[in-house]
């Protein structure tokens, strides 16, 4: 029997939780235009969930002009896409105009600037390794 998805990733956290062999992923999310809201994080583990499917970790911060960190521990060795959006007037989604182009702030790992659509999960991928890591995702406002 194979696991896939979601019940090997569970797996693999787990073991690496118990083990002490997961990484610390630090994001830090640059360029918060201001202290509406809050800033909402999401880690996906594969390309099917990507990027409004079920992610593996959901954070949520209090914006802050500038830059707000995030601290993503015990994240087993693997491949992971990583999406924030600045959730100005806290609804809990990304607010878009009539034509799905995005009113609040958002940002992917890899800083990919995607256009007419959500970048690929391939194109976001950053490679986690034992070892903990920092990135930096710059927001990108296209509305208001």
């Known amino acids: 029997m194979r696991l896939r998805g979601l019940g090997a990733f569970c797996i693999a956290a787990l073991a690496a939780s118990a083990s002490g062999w997961g990484a610390e992923l630090v994001v830090v999310v640059d360029g918060v235009r201001n202290d509406r809201g809050d800033i909402v994080l999401s880690v996906y ?49 990304l607010d878009t105009n009539f034509f799905g182009f995005p009113l609040e702030g958002f940002a992917f790992s890899n800083d990919v600037h995607p256009i007419l659509s959500s970048p690929s999960f391939r194109s976001a991928a950053i490679q986690l390794g034992q070892s903990d890591e920092t990135i930096t995702m710059h927001m990108q406002y296209l509305g208001r």
């Open 45 to 93: 583990a594969s390309p099917e969930q990507w990027p409004d499917g079920k992610s593996v970790v959901d954070l949520k911060e209090e914006a802050k002009q500038g830059s707000v960190t995030f601290k993503v521990p015990d994240l087993p060795p693997g491949t992971y896409g990583v999406a924030a959006f600045h959730d100005e007037n806290r609804n809990g989604k």
